[in-house]
């Protein structure tokens, strides 16, 4: 099979929003390569099939082809995630400062609560608010009628908007209750943890049963914060080192030990940012190592 430039050229400028789209659909990087393959071989079997009529708009003809790629392999997802040990968390993507206009729409948190919708919702939910596709734009993609989207976007915000209401974080603040937790989290502080997060804080983290990590969401501010001063203490002698990066669109902590990431920690402020209420913990080695160096 010979792919002229064009069409390689094509599905490189492409790349990245296929990428985007995907990855907010399975939250998994190894995943989300593993769809922009099987999209890649399809594009390049289309483009090079014998008398074959040019393709009038790429990117559509890519979206469309990705998306419904990605739900496709949902069912053997959704098997693995099944037998996963511990909480599951999305794998951690350094996206730098510079990220798109919504970066909520790949945070940490509203990853977690997308996790609760059907693939279907998921599709829908990320292609109008997060891409800001249109309800007949999605049907074509779908292969579903308009109003079966216009029902399906429904849901899906309502049951979004119930777990996750929608508001704005101060990036800025967001990064110094981040440096001080950390700082008191490895400096043993309880009292300053317990001032820091809200009495209903949860704690994920996410082992993978590769690393040492509870088993089940942790809940309650003296709960969360006993769990969090027990994992420092053990870490308090090594050679830790803390380094800030911008990860899923979130100001955050990535711990290192002798250059090696072995945690990536993000916090979910408060509606007011006066609190955490959410901590979202990846240390499973096979999740972080997109996290090594900046973007």
Same mark, same amino acid.
Request: some cysteine.
């Given at each position: 099979?010979?792919?002229?430039?064009?069409?390689?050229?094509? =599905?490189?400028?492409?790349?990245?929003?296929? =990428?985007?789209?995907?990855?907010?659909?399975? /939250?998994?990087?190894?995943?989300?390569?593993?769809?922009?393959?099987?999209? *890649?071989?399809? *594009? &390049?079997? #289309?483009?090079?099939?014998?008398?074959?009529?040019?393709?009038?708009?790429?990117?559509?003809?890519?979206?469309?082809?990705?998306?419904?790629?990605?739900?496709?392999?949902?069912?053997?997802?959704?098997?693995?995630?099944?037998?996963?040990?511990?909480? *599951?968390?999305?794998?951690?993507?350094?996206?730098?400062? %510079?990220? @798109?206009?919504?970066?909520?729409?790949?945070?940490?948190?509203?990853?977690?609560?997308?996790?609760?919708?059907?693939?279907?919702?998921?599709?829908? =939910?990320?292609?109008?608010?997060? !891409?800001?596709?249109?309800?007949?734009?999605?049907?074509?993609?779908?292969?579903?009628?308009?109003? @079966?989207?216009?029902?399906?976007?429904?849901?899906?915000?309502?049951?979004?908007?119930?777990?996750?209401?929608?508001?704005?974080?101060?990036?800025?603040?967001?990064?110094?209750?981040?440096? #001080? !937790?950390?700082?008191? &989290?490895?400096?043993?502080?309880?009292?300053?943890?317990?001032?820091?997060? @809200?009495?209903?804080?949860?704690? *994920?983290?996410? /082992?993978?049963?590769?690393?040492?990590?509870?088993?089940?969401?942790?809940?309650?501010? /003296?709960?969360? &914060?006993?769990?969090?001063? /027990?994992?420092?203490?053990?870490?308090?002698?090594?050679?830790? %080192?803390?380094?800030?990066?911008?990860?899923?669109?979130?100001?955050?902590?990535?711990? !290192?030990?002798?250059? @090696?990431?072995?945690?990536?920690?993000?916090?979910?402020?408060?509606?007011?940012?006066?609190?955490?209420?959410?901590?979202?913990?990846?240390?499973?080695?096979?999740?972080?190592?997109?996290?090594?160096?900046?973007?």
């Amino acid at each position: 099979m010979t792919v002229d430039d064009t069409a390689v050229e094509a =599905f490189a400028a492409h790349r990245e929003l296929l =990428f985007s789209v995907v990855y907010n659909l399975l /939250g998994s990087v190894a995943d989300t390569e593993d769809v922009l393959q099987d999209a *890649w071989l399809a *594009w &390049a079997a #289309r483009c090079s099939a014998p008398g074959a009529a040019e393709i009038g708009n790429p990117r559509a003809y890519l979206v469309r082809v990705a998306v419904n790629t990605a739900l496709a392999r949902q069912s053997s997802v959704h098997r693995r995630r099944e037998t996963y040990v511990g909480p *599951w968390l999305p794998e951690p993507v350094v996206t730098g400062d %510079d990220t @798109a206009e919504r970066v909520e729409a790949v945070s940490m948190a509203l990853l977690v609560v997308l996790e609760t919708l059907t693939p279907l919702e998921r599709a829908v =939910f990320v292609l109008n608010e997060v !891409f800001g596709y249109a309800h007949a734009e999605i049907a074509e993609i779908l292969e579903r009628s308009p109003s @079966a989207v216009r029902q399906l976007a429904h849901r899906a915000r309502e049951h979004v908007r119930a777990r996750r209401p929608r508001y704005s974080t101060d990036r800025r603040l967001q990064r110094r209750v981040t440096e #001080r !937790f950390i700082a008191a &989290a490895l400096g043993g502080d309880l009292a300053a943890l317990l001032e820091l997060l @809200a009495p209903d804080v949860v704690l *994920w983290s996410d /082992g993978g049963g590769k690393a040492r990590s509870a088993l089940r969401p942790v809940r309650g501010r /003296g709960n969360v &914060a006993r769990v969090i001063a /027990g994992v420092a203490a053990r870490r308090v002698a090594e050679d830790v %080192d803390v380094r800030y990066r911008t990860v899923n669109g979130d100001p955050s902590a990535v711990l !290192f030990d002798h250059d @090696a990431p072995f945690a990536v920690m993000v916090l979910d402020l408060s509606e007011d940012g006066s609190t955490v209420a959410g901590v979202y913990t990846v240390l499973n080695p096979d999740k972080l190592n997109g996290v090594t160096e900046d973007p």
